[in-house]
């Protein structure tokens, strides 16, 4: 897929979008929505890698463990995890994001020029969940901490953890992880 038509694609929802968002077509905000930033217009969104399986075993609604699969895009340079899902216009339940770090150090993500809401769920090298910070507001500029070392990151659509019950401890099952 060519930059062209990929510029020529996100235009088109970018207009989609300005209406669902309550903007105008002049990208004026209407009733304190967010205008879409400049950069979304120029920034190639075709994914990064072809998807992965990655899964993650936790309890669920009855108490019993279960696994959840999920489809991600794997974000392992620095081009790639700088621009991670900015200027996506959707997330599926099933699908994600992960960031992968060669070092293992506390982190902090952000939402610029984030347009969906996400969930972020910082995770150890051994696959444990360390923290996860819930509904990030898109475009908002606050940091946002592991309170923990990770070496992994996945994003997923906001709500999304909540709804299925993870939370810290709770353990990812994908190839980066649980290395000899």
Wanted: hydrophobic share 40%; net charge negative.
């Amino acid at each position: 897929m060519t930059k062209t038509y990929v510029k020529s694609v996100w235009a088109a929802v970018i207009a989609t979008g300005l209406v669902s968002l309550g903007c105008s077509s002049s990208g004026v905000a209407q009733d304190n929505a967010p205008a879409i930033p400049a950069q979304c217009l120029n920034i190639d969104i075709s994914p990064y890698t072809p998807p992965e399986k990655l899964a993650v075993t936790h309890a669920g609604s009855s108490g019993a463990m279960v696994t959840t699969s999920f489809s991600v895009e794997i974000a392992d340079n620095d081009e790639t995890r700088e621009q991670g899902l900015m200027c996506r216009p959707q997330l599926a339940a099933d699908q994600g994001m992960l960031f992968e770090f060669q070092n293992v150090a506390d982190r902090s993500f952000w939402m610029k020029n984030t347009l969906i809401g996400l969930d972020i769920i910082y995770i150890a090298p051994d696959g444990r969940i360390v923290s996860i910070q819930k509904n990030a507001k898109p475009l908002d500029r606050t940091p946002l901490p592991s309170y923990g070392a990770a070496s992994g990151v996945l994003e997923v659509q906001a709500g999304l953890s909540d709804r299925l019950g993870l939370k810290a401890g709770d353990i990812v099952i994908h190839p980066f992880f649980h290395k000899p």
